[in-house]
């Protein structure tokens, strides 16, 4: 598709006319090609697809896609790609893994949706039932072995700490609305299934919605099997440029895209809304290998796959189209989301796992940066947050800083988070903190999340070690700059490059840290918040108060029977492993620590 300017200038009519004809070459020529063939669920998160089809995009890159809906889904959509029926699949990923790791020879081609597919947990109206933690022990309704309300039921459980080979028990159902029967009737506690889909069932009153869990992953995934690989490689590389396209388009046109979702898939245009503000259709090639790892695991517990077995995730992936890359998935501390099993372990371990709590009670158990709360009392002071002050938290964890704000100085702070599982932990806290009215919780990437927040609105935006996760900084600054009211303040503990580092600490702080791109020196890191408008008000470098730090905390973590006891093996060594990797960075002595506090002028 191209697009052009009509002008009085000769050439530039020319130029124009020439293009119209070359865009006509191009889609004849198209129109003679066998067509690709795509297969997806008759869904909103497929709406690029038609997209690429209504605004030309397809001829603009030279191929001819037909997609086809397909209304049973993902065991479906894997047999017509066996069968030749479908040459490509958008497909949910842990069907896809499933098939893949078991021997097909379907192969990952990229990502199509990057968040995570969000389950409603839900119970009947005459249920006891009134939290997640109250279904530890209880009796799961599903549809059918092996079917998604079946795997998320072990999400949940394995993100919780239960044991889930004797803390969740199942008893198939059927379809949606036999699940809701079973609750109703008590002969189960509750269901999982996707969120919009049970909406309704909510709002009716027909069964009452008490959590929600996410998978670990993201939720679609695009596959195709080698034979097509090896004949329409090229029809595929156009295709999938073509849709990567239209999913621009459909995050940029913010302003009239929920509407046409809600007219399009018969939905209400709140819901709609909604979906939209929390969906993310990347449509790109890059992989987390950390998120299929997840994958994996989960479908050894359930049984789907050999727990005994190693895979690699690296033979899941076609290797011309699509690309293993680690993200902040990848870290130690989020990589089987130990960080939220050992707190739920821990509330558990002191009986605080039900009812109303004080954010003074979570304070054991929700400060995971370093030095804790008083680290957020030195934000406070230099930020100068009051009762008056509305805060932004960039990735705010579990939300304990957060709370902290709210409950010791009554600020009102917007917390962002990109982890789904810590998002939704942090929101359950939140709320048995009823600090609720104070704390508002933001799910996804700040650079997106902030977008919501009204400009020259916020008093202070803060962060503890998070910065170092954006691989743009100067952006992430000029949108803080942009969001503080003139006289607000920046606050950062953060990373920064005293000496070059070494080949093997670069692929740590990637790997392990998420941690692709430093600051060269402190001087680097100032004069960036400088070009993003800010006035340094005071930097530390707080790199031997970081060194003794991480190196105490390292060995406490790893000396203290007690946890061990408290998570299991592989979540303690994954910690621990983490914790120790760090330290050793510090001592190396070429990763440095900052503390700055920055402020937007009052005026020019």
Not at 228 to 235: C, S
Request: glycine share 8%; proline share 3%; with cysteine.
């Amino acid at each position: 598709m191209f697009i052009y300017c009509h002008t009085a200038t000769a050439s530039r009519t020319t130029l124009s006319q020439e293009q119209t004809g070359t865009m006509q070459t191009v889609a004849s020529e198209v129109q003679q090609q066998e067509p690709l063939v795509v297969g997806g669920v008759p869904e909103h998160f497929n709406l690029p697809w038609h997209l690429a089809q209504e605004r030309g995009l397809f001829d603009k890159y030279g191929v001819k896609v037909e997609f086809r809906e397909q209304k049973l889904g993902t065991g479906a959509m894997i047999n017509g790609a066996k069968t030749g029926e479908l040459d490509v699949i958008v497909a949910l990923t842990e069907g896809l893994v499933k098939d893949i790791a078991s021997g097909s020879n379907l192969r990952l081609l990229g990502t199509y949706v990057g968040s995570p597919l969000c389950w409603a947990i839900s119970t009947g109206t005459r249920s006891k039932i009134q939290t997640a933690e109250d279904l530890r022990g209880g009796t799961f309704a599903i549809s059918r072995p092996g079917s998604g309300s079946n795997l998320m039921a072990y999400v949940l459980a394995m993100e919780r700490g239960w044991n889930p080979e004797t803390d969740v028990k199942f008893e198939t159902k059927g379809n949606i609305t036999q699940l809701c029967e079973g609750v109703n009737d008590l002969s189960t506690d509750a269901f999982l299934w996707e969120t919009f889909t049970t909406k309704p069932y909510h709002d009716d009153g027909t069964v009452r919605r008490v959590g929600d869990v996410t998978t670990p992953w993201p939720c679609f995934m695009l596959a195709a099997t080698t034979d097509v690989l090896g004949t329409k490689l090229d029809q595929i590389r156009r295709a999938t440029l073509a849709v990567h396209e239209a999913a621009q388009m459909f995050h940029e046109e913010q302003d009239t895209m929920p509407s046409l979702i809600a007219e399009r898939y018969g939905l209400r245009l709140e819901d709609a809304t909604q979906w939209y503000s929390q969906v993310s259709i990347v449509a790109e090639r890059y992989i987390s290998p950390a998120a299929l790892s997840k994958t994996i695991a989960i479908l050894q517990t359930c049984g789907q796959l050999d727990k005994d077995k190693e895979y690699d995730v690296s033979t899941l992936v076609d290797p011309e189209l699509a690309e293993l890359r680690h993200d902040l998935t990848s870290m130690g501390l989020y990589e089987r989301e130990s960080l939220v099993r050992y707190l739920y372990r821990q509330l558990q371990a002191n009986g605080k796992e039900r009812g109303l709590l004080s954010y003074q009670d979570l304070l054991p158990f929700d400060q995971h940066h370093y030095h804790g709360t008083d680290a957020v009392d030195q934000a406070i002071q230099s930020c100068r947050i009051t009762n008056d002050s509305l805060v932004v938290n960039i990735g705010s964890g579990l939300g304990g800083p957060a709370r902290y704000m709210a409950g010791a100085k009554g600020a009102r702070v917007i917390a962002s988070e990109l982890l789904p599982e810590l998002h939704r932990a942090s929101q359950e806290l939140t709320e048995r903190c009823q600090l609720q009215h104070l704390v508002t919780h933001l799910g996804g990437d700040f650079t997106e999340t902030a977008t919501t927040i009204a400009r020259a609105s916020v008093n202070a935006v803060v962060s503890w070690l998070t910065i170092l996760h954006f691989d743009d900084r100067v952006a992430l600054f000029k949108q803080c700059y942009d969001l503080l009211a003139p006289g607000g303040y920046f606050f950062a503990a953060d990373f920064y490059q005293r000496s070059p580092l070494t080949k093997r600490e670069r692929l740590v702080l990637e790997t392990n840290v998420g941690c692709s791109t430093l600051a060269p020196s402190l001087l680097d890191y100032q004069q960036e918040l400088v070009r993003a408008g800010f006035k340094i008000i005071r930097v530390e470098d707080t790199t031997d108060d970081f060194t003794t730090y991480t190196s105490q905390r390292a060995e406490s973590f790893e000396s203290d029977k007690s946890l061990v006891e408290l998570l299991d093996t592989s979540d303690h060594q994954a910690m621990a492993n983490f914790y120790k990797q760090v330290a050793q960075l510090y001592k190396d002595g070429n990763l440095g620590g900052l503390v700055v506090v920055a402020q937007k002028p009052v005026g020019w």
